[in-house]
Nanobody, 116 residues
Framework: QVQLVESGGGLVQAGGSLRLSCTAS????????MGWYRQAPGKQRELVAS???????NYADSVKGRFTISRDNAKITVYLQMNSLKPEDTAVYYC??????????WGQGTQVTVAS
């Protein structure tokens, strides 16, 4: 089993920044891909960004140039630096880790609210 613990959500004004963190523990050998997804009220969960163990990244078009994903393999932690936040970034953000994007394990979610 793998446990994912997220932190860093909160309330921020538009144009502000937040940094999310997610640390994995347990059976971590299968965690090739780690990433962040988000789900806004009434919408489907969507990929925000993902990163492989070697460091290849993938971003949703809506966050390119504003968000940066990074990973510390020694700490089994993935980060999401979110800059120039917009009200439409408001959502519950979920950490994901596994052998492929969207598979494996999920964190409990952390709320990000961007006020206009």
């Amino acid at each position: 089993q793998v446990q994912l613990v997220e932190s860093g959500g909160g309330l921020v004004q538009a144009g502000g920044s937040l940094r999310l963190s997610c640390t994995a523990s347990g059976s971590i050998l299968s965690l090739y891909v780690m990433g962040w997804y988000r789900q806004a009220p009434g919408k489907q969960r969507e990929l925000v960004a993902s990163i492989t163990r070697p460091g290849s990244t993938n971003y949703a078009d809506s966050v390119k140039g504003r968000f940066t994903i990074s990973r510390d393999n020694a700490k089994i932690t993935v980060y999401l630096q979110m800059n120039s936040l917009k009200p439409e970034d408001t959502a519950v953000y979920y950490c994901n880790a596994g052998r492929s994007p969207g598979g494996g394990y999920w964190g409990q979610g952390t709320q990000v609210t961007v006020a206009s």
